[in-house]
C-alpha cells in the first residue's frame, strides 16, 4: 500500500493511476462513508482542507448536494503532486493561500481565489488575564519532517 500511495504522488504518475489510490479498501470506504453521511443530513457548508483523500468524484457528487469549499494552504509543488486542481474544480469554491496555487487552480478550470491566512485581532486576541503556558504549539500529524522543526524550535 505504501508503494501504491508513493507512486500516485509522483508527478509524472498519469491521472488513471493517481486514481487506483481511491480504490485503496480503507480510502474506499471512507469516501463512500462521507458520501452516505451528505446524502443522510442536510449540510449549509461543507469546507474541505488537507482532503487529499477525499477522491474529486466524492467531492463532484458533495458539491451537487451541498455547497462546498476547498480550501488549499500548501505551496504549488504540493498541489501538484497531490493533483488538488481536481478537488479544486470539483468544489463549488476553492481558494489557495499562495497566489500562484489561486492561479494554477483557475487555469485548471476551478472557482478559485487568492486567500490568504489571518485573523481580525479586534476580536481573536489573547486573554490579556490568562498567563501564557506555551511558546509553541503543534497541532497536526506529527512526522520525521515536522519532528525536525519542532525539535530546532525547542533547541532554539
Known amino acids: 500500500m505504501k508503494k501504491l500511495f508513493r507512486i500516485t504522488r509522483l508527478p509524472i504518475t498519469p491521472d488513471f493511476i493517481h486514481s487506483l489510490y481511491f480504490s485503496i479498501p480503507g480510502i474506499k470506504k471512507m469516501n463512500?462513508?462521507?458520501?452516505?453521511?451528505?446524502?443522510e443530513n442536510s449540510y449549509d457548508l461543507i469546507v474541505l482542507t488537507k482532503a487529499e483523500q477525499v477522491s474529486p468524484r466524492t467531492l463532484r457528487e458533495a458539491s451537487r448536494r451541498v455547497p462546498t469549499w476547498f480550501f488549499f494552504?500548501?505551496?504549488l509543488a504540493k498541489a501538484r503532486?497531490?493533483?488538488?486542481?481536481r478537488l479544486a474544480r470539483n468544489?463549488?469554491?476553492?481558494?489557495a493561500t499562495r497566489s500562484n496555487v489561486a492561479a494554477y487552480f483557475?487555469?485548471?478550470g476551478a472557482n478559485a481565489v487568492f486567500l490568504t491566512q489571518g485573523a481580525d485581532t479586534r476580536y481573536f486576541h489573547p486573554?490579556?488575564?490568562s498567563i501564557k503556558k506555551y511558546d509553541v504549539v503543534f497541532a497536526g500529524t506529527l512526522n520525521t519532517y515536522r519532528r525536525t522543526y519542532l525539535e530546532t524550535l525547542k533547541k532554539n
Open 32 to 39: 463512500n462513508l462521507l458520501l452516505k453521511r451528505i446524502k
Open 73 to 75: 494552504m500548501d505551496p
Open 81 to 85: 503532486s497531490h493533483r488538488a486542481h
Open 91 to 95: 468544489a463549488v469554491w476553492s481558494s
Open 106 to 108: 483557475k487555469k485548471k
Open 127 to 129: 486573554d490579556s488575564r
